[in-house]
């Protein structure tokens, strides 16, 4: 097992190993106030997860109820939101008790920002699911939903009591999924490690599986080591929005239909490092995406996707802050009017 201790105002684990789905109630059990959990899922890990988890926190002596929902971002909204506020009305969630968010990026994020909110706060476990969420989304306590103006634009900063990751749980991944995850696990090492970067250009959607003991610690650690020094998202985590200013303009653009969050996360890099990084650079990061079938553009015309950048999160005032990775493994952030980002990219 490899643990990563994430010291933040409420310090927390990130515990890796395969098989731990099986045995989650030994970890979660001691960290309770109360004796009831409340696993919050999709429709999708429900028939493959849920009994596992549910029979291992049974095991500890523990009352576990679920609320399931349908699959996907069109799911991360204020509906489900209340929803799953009813479903913990209904059956007497108090303080005490715990939510369990077992599935990938949406689940947790969702999970998550109801946790911080229901009764104004309340424990909850992450249990991701999805490589996307194990090296990403599940550490660092941002939650959200998103409105139809753009993505996560309601959210709530809530660490959660522990982290449980699953390699063996990405077995069933299809390979659009696992490419979504690869997505931001470049991410990674182009904003702290280059030699993480070098590694990955080597492999491919079909032999990465084999290093994920690896590559997910290892990205864990470079987020929770961001997190640290920056919880609230006031400087330097920033930089974990590598890409991630044109991302969520192109999920928005296409409804949150066409591009996952990693897809459109590798087509924001290459985009951005088009305009700001080497030819080399940019040859290299486009030739390392493919390799996990991702895109390194789109199609939308840039005239109408540039517009939607201003409704991203980051923005400051009337200016709007992305970041550029020259020379890899570095990062920085970069402050400009929104006038100026769009004419780096439409001349």
Do not use: W
């Not at 849920?50 to 109820?65: K, M, P």
């Not at 920002?113 to 009764?119: E, K, N, Q, S, V």
């Not at 609230?232 to 653009?253: C, S």
């Amino acid at each position: 097992m490899k643990t990563i201790a994430v010291h933040t105002q409420n310090p927390y684990d990130v515990l890796v190993e395969r098989g731990i789905l099986g045995r989650c109630g030994t970890y979660i059990a001691p960290l309770l106030k109360g004796r009831t959990c409340a696993i919050i899922t999709d429709d999708n890990v429900d028939g493959l997860y849920a009994d596992t988890v549910t029979a291992s926190l049974e095991a500890q002596g523990l009352t576990v109820v679920k609320f399931v929902f349908p699959h996907g971002e069109g799911s991360k909204n204020a509906q489900t939101l209340l929803d799953i506020y009813a479903f913990l009305c209904e059956h007497e969630i108090t303080r005490s008790d715990c939510l369990i968010a077992l599935g990938g990026g949406v689940v947790g994020d969702i999970t998550g920002f109801a946790a911080a909110t229901f009764l104004r706060g309340m424990q909850y476990v992450q249990l991701p699911t999805t490589l996307l969420a194990q090296v990403d989304s599940s550490v660092g306590g941002k939650t959200a939903i998103d409105l139809a103006q753009g993505k996560n634009l309601v959210g709530a900063f809530k660490q959660p009591a522990i982290v449980l990751c699953d390699p063996d749980a990405l077995s069933t991944l299809p390979d659009v999924f696992l490419a979504d995850g690869m997505g931001e696990v470049i991410k990674y090492g182009m904003i702290r490690d280059a030699a993480l970067f070098d590694m990955l250009c080597t492999l491919n959607l079909d032999t990465v599986r084999a290093e994920f003991d690896t590559i997910i610690p290892t990205c864990i650690a470079i987020k929770r080591d961001v997190v640290e020094a920056d919880p609230f998202d006031h400087g330097e985590r920033m930089i974990l929005n590598f890409g991630h200013t044109l991302a969520h303009a192109i999920e928005t653009y296409y409804h949150y239909e066409t591009y996952t969050h990693g897809s459109a996360v590798a087509a924001g890099m290459c985009m951005m490092t088009k305009q700001c990084g080497t030819a080399e650079q940019y040859e290299k990061l486009c030739a390392c995406c493919q390799g996990y079938q991702l895109p390194v553009t789109v199609d939308a015309p840039l005239a109408q996707l540039i517009p939607l950048c201003s409704g991203d999160k980051k923005r400051a005032g009337g200016n709007l802050r992305y970041v550029v990775c020259e020379p890899t493994g570095t990062a920085q952030i970069r402050t400009v009017t929104l006038q100026e980002f769009h004419d780096l990219f439409i001349h």
